[in-house]
């Protein structure tokens, strides 16, 4: 048996105005700009994508199942600039065959900086998704699948999720599969069994995910055409070696990375069809929930270091480590008690404000890596160079601390 598990990131970050050192108001997003993109997207991803897997929902009759984790600042642009498309989440949720994974309402990889912040972060979303769709997450998500032993800890204590979502990283696993469900190491005063465990780990399948994310309209690949009969006898193959195919992507895969003309639409149309056929009765869809409770765990996977779904290293290098994110990250959380109080002493937008600057883009624009890995960095960022992103960004903390001190 091998189930698919169709797992899609959605968000769209508060990008900044351009503020300089002269700038002494409180209005540090560029609006324009965020509704200016969210409407492209919803045109080009967000609308055609839903109304897509919507229809596949109902022409498999419920068979076909997904997953999202829709960050909290990304709901907030689509109730302002695309409620229709919330709207259309809502009609998936009704389905009973799409869920919603928790995650931290901005974003943001504050469990490295503030374990309160964080766990105030986690409650928001979840508040968010009960509210709008009717769900209370029990699988989670750390921003861009930033993993580490101490978060499975620390999910384990809060006892409100049962798995956590991260990167099959090819140096933890040491030859083993992604294609299966594991557990975290045994902490203290937890069971010896991995069924009693109380979180388990659904690892991406990075290669696949990625021939489809990253690879399916590159002409230059050896494999494209990527069709649906190929890639279906792909995760058939997982059939002797795991259960569980785990394909997470940004959403924005489809029709905004790879647009409409490379047949992305098509492809993903077609794709249930061709897993059900390539193996009659033996393949189908499932939600990480469903998951969990059809797979017990094989093994541990300990994570003693950061992973993360980004660039060649899997690792934080995208968001941490050069001069510039350290130093802006560390100003930024220094921040945080002076906030706190302000916003409780009547400041109405203070911490509204302050949080969507933990959201990790703003990290992001700053990397300045080369080769590969910088070119899609250097697509994603509405900045000149990561210097532009680095002074843009300390201009904006430098007003927010003087904020913070009267």
Not at 91 to 101: K, S, Y
Not at 196 to 222: H, M, Q, T
Not at 285 to 302: I, M, W
Not at 379 to 399: E, G, W
Request: contains cysteine; aromatic residues 14%; negative net charge.
């Amino acid at each position: 048996m091998a189930s698919v598990c169709f797992y899609f990131q959605v968000h769209q970050p508060f990008r900044l105005r351009r503020y300089s050192v002269f700038d002494n108001d409180h209005f540090y997003f560029d609006n324009e700009a965020n509704r200016e993109i969210m409407l492209k997207v919803a045109d080009k991803c967000y609308r055609p994508a839903t109304a897509r897997i919507l229809d596949l929902v109902k022409r498999h009759e419920g068979r076909f199942r997904v997953s999202y984790a829709i960050s909290g600042v990304c709901l907030e642009q689509f109730a302002a600039w695309a409620p229709d498309v919330l709207d259309m989440f809502k009609e998936l949720a009704d389905t009973g065959a799409c869920e919603f994974i928790g995650e931290t309402s901005h974003h943001s990889p504050c469990f490295i900086f503030s374990r309160d912040e964080f766990d105030r972060q986690v409650d928001a979303h979840r508040a968010m998704v009960r509210e709008l769709f009717g769900q209370e997450p029990t699988v989670f998500r750390n921003t861009e699948l930033m993993y580490h032993d101490d978060l499975a800890l620390h999910m384990s204590r809060r006892g409100d999720h049962k798995a956590i979502l991260c990167e099959g990283v090819d140096r933890i696993l040491q030859h083993r599969s992604p294609n299966y469900v594991y557990a975290p190491p045994k902490f203290e005063g937890q069971p010896e069994g991995l069924d009693e465990r109380p979180i388990r780990l659904l690892l991406k399948n990075y290669k696949l995910s990625d021939d489809v994310a990253f690879r399916f309209g590159n002409r230059g690949w050896e494999e494209w055409p990527l069709t649906t009969e190929k890639f279906a006898r792909w995760v058939n193959d997982i059939n002797g070696d795991g259960y569980c195919c785990n394909l997470f992507m940004d959403y924005e895969t489809l029709g905004e990375h790879q647009w409409a003309d490379t047949g992305i639409f098509e492809f993903l149309d077609a794709l249930p069809a061709a897993i059900y056929d390539t193996n009659p009765g033996h393949n189908d869809f499932l939600t990480p929930s469903q998951v969990l409770d059809c797979y017990k765990p094989v093994g541990e996977y300990a994570a003693p270091n950061w992973t993360s779904w980004a660039d060649t290293e899997r690792d934080l290098s995208a968001w941490l480590g050069n001069p510039l994110q350290d130093n802006a990250v560390e100003e930024l959380y220094a921040l945080r008690e002076a906030v706190y109080s302000r916003h409780e002493a009547g400041d109405e937008y203070v911490l509204e404000d302050w949080r969507k600057l933990t959201t990790s883009d703003h990290l992001y624009y700053m990397c300045t890596k080369y080769w590969a890995d910088g070119d899609v960095h250097k697509y994603f960022s509405p900045y000149d160079s990561p210097y532009d992103a680095y002074i843009n960004f300390m201009n904006v903390l430098d007003n927010m601390k003087q904020r913070v001190d009267h």
